[in-house]
């Protein structure tokens, strides 16, 4: 994540003609699709879904049944919203490169940014699945855990981002591909002139994958496969939009909400009639990312109070251990099963909980690594050339 000051993107007509992108939009972009990420995880997990109501209820559904599970098919973009999430990474590590003196200095600065607090978010998953191991050590969830979270062996791999994915680790399967993005950054994006190119063969691996493995997204077992074939052209998407944002359109403030939630409406259409994330919905989510970079309103974006985004890696990589940790109390203390509640909207009593403790763990890990690289920044500026 950049720092709190302006970025500065040139013109790609004229490199004299210089525009500014407040990195607080890109800032209020994360914190908003981190939020919708744990709207998408919480009502998974504490609501039984539209399909199992339908499907088991004695009685006939009424309006009011329909118009609530019509509603709620508006929290299902988890898998779009984190390809915005790899958009505005793109843009961001763009501007990076841009202004690093040396891949050294690139490495050193997203090291500082992105791995302290993944420690401490497999240390927190780890404690969670103790808790079912103690409390649960018959259960599904313990089973599919203990041979990753609770071993050396498996604490290693996730570290090293090698193995990931767990149930109580279950939003880390992005990280591996940011963290390839980030080493391939220096190679990728160093030359300005090359990057058309890299963009062009992004594209055209992602219609190679097509063509072998059909539209829906990480269709293979190799991460490398599906970065190459899906994530490599999310991520160029945002390299792009960073070097060529003056040829987006500036819309008028209601213009922009009503293209913005066609787009919205439009991807919520093609993942419910596919019934995957596929390549037409993660597309028009590129271009619902690189309007809001162009087109967020100064208002929204820069008011603290609805803009997370300091936060946002802390709310991602933190929300999945508390949602579990939330479902084992329910369950052993008020013997409710999660994912059997039938009210259609109990599960927003628990977003505040779970974003106020997202929160506190930023302190924990976060916010020391980002005042570090804040000091970094001030010594070099301060250092004798």
Not at 4 to 10: A, D, G, I, N
Not at 161 to 170: L, M
Request: net charge positive.
């Amino acid at each position: 994540m950049m720092d709190k000051t302006e970025t500065v993107v040139s013109n790609s007509s004229s490199q004299s003609t210089q525009t500014r992108v407040p990195t607080h939009v890109l800032d209020f972009m994360r914190g908003f699709a981190a939020v919708y990420v744990v709207v998408n995880h919480v009502r998974g997990n504490f609501f039984k879904g539209g399909g199992r109501t339908i499907a088991e209820s004695a009685d006939p559904l009424g309006l009011y049944d329909y118009v609530s599970i019509s509603l709620l098919q508006a929290t299902a973009l988890g898998t779009e919203f984190v390809i915005l999430f790899f958009c505005v990474s793109g843009f961001a590590m763009a501007h990076s490169i841009l202004y690093t003196s040396s891949p050294l200095q690139f490495y050193k600065r997203r090291l500082i940014r992105i791995w302290p607090p993944y420690l401490v978010a497999i240390a927190l998953a780890a404690f969670v699945c103790v808790l079912y191991t103690m409390y649960d050590p018959d259960g599904n969830i313990t089973q599919r855990c203990t041979g990753r979270l609770c071993t050396a062996e498996g604490l290693f791999l996730m570290a090293t981002y090698v193995e990931v994915a767990t149930p109580i680790t279950a939003q880390f399967w992005s990280l591996p591909y940011e963290v390839i993005f980030y080493l391939l950054c220096p190679l990728l994006l160093w030359y300005r002139a090359a990057i058309p190119a890299v963009f062009g063969a992004s594209v055209l691996l992602s219609i190679i994958g097509v063509v072998f493995w059909g539209v829906e997204s990480n269709p293979s077992s190799s991460v490398l496969v599906n970065f190459a074939i899906n994530a490599a052209f999310w991520f160029m998407s945002g390299v792009v939009a960073y070097h060529y944002i003056e040829r987006v359109p500036v819309l008028q403030v209601r213009t922009f909400v009503m293209v913005a939630l066609g787009l919205l409406g439009l991807i919520v259409v093609v993942k419910t009639f596919y019934g995957a994330p596929n390549a037409v919905s993660n597309s028009l989510m590129i271009l619902f990312s690189v309007l809001c970079i162009r087109n967020l309103p100064h208002a929204w974006t820069s008011n603290p109070r609805w803009n997370w985004g300091y936060f946002s890696y802390s709310i991602y990589i933190f929300h999945v251990a508390f949602i579990f940790l939330i479902a084992l109390i329910l369950e052993q203390q008020f013997n409710i099963r999660a994912q059997d509640i039938e009210s259609y909207w109990a599960w927003i009593l628990f977003l505040p909980v779970i974003l106020a403790a997202c929160w506190g763990m930023y302190f924990l890990g976060e916010k020391q690594c980002n005042e570090l690289l804040r000091r970094m920044s001030k010594s070099r500026q301060k250092a004798p050339v």
